[in-house]
T-cell receptor, first 112, second 115 residues
Framework: AQSVAQPEDQVNVAEGNPLTVKCTYS??????LFWYVQYPNRGLQFLLK??????LVKGSYGFEAEFNKSQTSFHLKKPSALVSDSALYFC??????????FGKGTKLSVKP | NAGVTQTPKFQVLKTGQSMTLQCAQD?????MSWYRQDPGMGLRLIHY???????DQGEVPNGYNVSRSTTEDFPLRLLSAAPSQTSVYFC??????????????FGPGTRLTVL
């Protein structure tokens, strides 16, 4: 069965510092991986995805993610965090029903 | 281009009541789906549709019905509400490329409380 794990419930970062939100996956076959962000009382917004090709994927708002097949990871990164990046971040893998299979989410808190 | 819209934004029901959550998209997407979001559990798939007239069950379908009479609309019906259905419900849509690769676009959600 396909699954995604986000090992950290919360990540705390100071503004201006680099941030990493971790994600590992378990998939039989080729993984199709996504990151979404959810701001308070809002829907999910697409950040980026990996389907094939370059292992470093660039997305919206300065975020990027690195696909690592040997470590089965797809960590989300940003070189310099902003207070406005504070939100709930979800990693997901494409499912066989055309759906997304989500991790439990990681709350990112960026302090000034 | 409104994207994916959902109504209502908030709803309070009593146990046993029924209601319909509305979802519409204006992107001519063939694939539409419903998820529920519960604290610490991420989002879980309730039902999905690959086109008008075609629906199927997801991971947590019990207590919910769906229909897809048009490409644009995908309502979710709660037949007899239970407190366990207290959740935030999201509708999503995507075009039908190779399954599992399409970006899904989410509505703003409906926060449902069942007393």
């Amino acid at each position: 069965a396909q699954s995604v794990a986000q090992p950290e419930d919360q990540v705390n970062v100071a503004e201006g510092n680099p941030l990493t939100v971790k994600c590992t996956y378990s998939v039989s076959g080729n993984p199709y991986l996504f990151w979404y962000v959810q701001y308070p009382n809002r829907g999910l917004q697409f950040l980026l995805k990996y389907i094939t090709g370059d292992n470093l994927v660039k997305g919206s708002y300065g975020f990027e993610a690195e696909f690592n097949k040997s470590q089965t990871s797809f960590h989300l990164k940003k070189p310099s965090a902003l207070v406005s990046d504070s939100a709930l971040y979800f990693c997901a893998v494409g499912g066989s029903q055309g759906n997304l299979i989500f991790g439990k989410g990681t709350k990112l808190s960026v302090k000034p | 281009n409104a994207g994916v819209t959902q109504t209502p934004k908030f709803q309070v029901l009593k146990t046993g009541q029924s209601m319909t959550l509305q979802c519409a998209q204006d992107m001519n997407h063939e694939y539409m789906s419903w998820y529920r979001q519960d604290p610490g559990m991420g989002l879980r798939l309730i039902h999905y549709s690959v086109g008008a007239g075609i629906t199927d069950q997801g991971e947590v379908p019990n207590g919910y019905n769906v229909s897809r009479s048009t490409t644009e609309d995908f309502p979710l019906r709660l037949l007899s509400a239970a407190p366990s259905q207290t959740s935030v419900y999201f509708c999503a849509s995507s075009s039908m490329g190779f399954r599992g690769t399409d970006t899904q676009y989410f509505g703003p959600g409906t926060r449902l409380t069942v007393l």
